[in-house]
């Protein structure tokens, strides 16, 4: 694992289905897995395994500084608002879909690290973390705390969103591209943007075929649409090399302009190289 180095765990989990099997493919990965011991220490890059309680304090053994994942095999957590339950990176009720890479995503998340979404040949597809910069996404260098909430509402919570799209030889962000809901449609849109000086070299093709692989099939998403301004001929070529086809005489509102934007639409259900709407 790059960042998960130790998983320290309550002893109780051990007797939980799956839970063995998780603790084998950690090892495999040489992770360290132990069980708390009441006065020991907890290693730096150690993620924690917490089981819930009725009771709202923090186990006193327990450093608060270590990202942790509450175990809630009993529904004990519920209605406990601001215990540190609710603090935890995730609550879980069992391990049957827990593994590896969710503890290192975790751990990620408790520490401020982007998660990276998708690799192609020439870009990184990524989080956006406080620390960037991006002329085309302006929230992200103006603004801090929005940058703050955003990680933790829209990928903390719903783990889509806007991402960086990284420049692999430079580790420049060049542009965005991701999936969010789409309100007007009741649905969900990609959106994307390439900065100037690197547009018509194919990256913004590369970069949504990438974050729709991630939304059809690490999110589950069958159908989704994309609001490209008429004018935009670039954009259009793009969702239509992508598969997405206009529905004619459909149009929406833009926010932003006040001016109509054009609806595209690619499903899952159908062959979207041949689909016409």
């Given at each position: 694992?790059?960042?998960?180095?130790a998983v320290?765990?309550?002893?109780?989990?051990?007797k939980?289905?799956?839970?063995?099997r998780?603790?084998?493919?950690l090892k495999?990965?040489?992770?360290q897995v132990?069980p708390?011991?009441s006065?020991g220490?907890?290693?730096?890059?150690s993620?924690l395994?917490?089981r819930?309680?009725?009771?709202?304090?923090m186990?006193?053994?327990?450093?608060?500084?270590?990202?942790?994942v509450c175990w809630?095999?009993d529904?004990s957590?519920?209605?406990?608002?601001?215990?540190?339950?609710?603090?935890?990176?995730?609550i879980?009720?069992g391990?049957d879909e827990?593994d590896?890479d969710?503890?290192?995503?975790?751990?990620?998340r408790?520490?401020g690290i982007p998660?990276?979404?998708?690799?192609?040949?020439?870009?990184i597809?990524r989080?956006?973390?406080?620390?960037?910069?991006c002329?085309?996404?302006?929230?992200i260098?103006t603004?801090?705390?929005f940058t703050?909430?955003y990680?933790?509402n829209?990928y903390?919570?719903?783990?889509?969103?806007i991402?960086?799209?990284v420049?692999?030889e430079?580790?420049?962000?060049?542009g965005?591209a991701?999936?969010y809901d789409?309100?007007?449609l009741d649905?969900?849109e990609l959106g994307y943007?390439i900065?100037s000086p690197?547009r018509?070299?194919?990256?913004?093709?590369?970069?949504?075929?990438?974050a729709?692989d991630f939304?059809?099939?690490?999110l589950g998403?069958?159908?989704?649409?994309?609001l490209?301004?008429?004018?935009?001929?670039?954009s259009?070529?793009?969702?239509?090399?992508?598969?997405?086809?206009q529905?004619m005489?459909k149009?929406?509102?833009?926010?932003?302009?006040s001016g109509?934007?054009?609806v595209f639409?690619?499903?899952?259900?159908v062959?979207n190289?041949?689909?016409?709407?």
């Open positions: 694992m790059k960042y998960l180095k320290r765990y309550d002893p109780g989990c051990e939980a289905p799956f839970f063995q998780l603790l084998e493919e495999k990965n040489e992770v132990l708390f011991k006065g220490t907890v290693q730096e890059g993620l395994i917490l819930a309680s009725e009771k709202q304090e186990p006193a053994q327990i450093p608060g500084s270590h990202p942790y809630d095999p529904g957590s519920k209605g406990l608002k601001e215990s540190w339950i609710r603090k935890a990176q995730c879980i009720e391990f827990v590896a969710f503890l290192e995503k975790m751990f990620q408790g520490r998660w990276t979404i998708a690799e192609t040949e020439r870009l597809l989080e956006f973390s406080v620390e960037d910069h002329h085309i996404f302006p929230e260098s603004e801090p705390d703050s909430k990680i933790e829209m903390g919570i719903f783990g889509y969103g991402w960086a799209v420049l692999k430079t580790g420049q962000i060049i965005r991701g999936v789409c309100s007007a649905g969900f943007a900065e690197f018509q070299k194919g990256y913004a093709h590369e970069a949504c075929a990438a729709l939304a059809e099939n690490r998403l069958k159908e989704i649409y994309a490209i301004e008429p004018a935009n001929q670039e259009i070529k793009v969702a239509l090399s992508l598969g997405f086809r529905i005489g149009t929406v509102k833009d926010e932003r302009t109509e934007l054009l639409f690619r499903s899952v259900f062959d190289a041949e689909k016409s709407v």
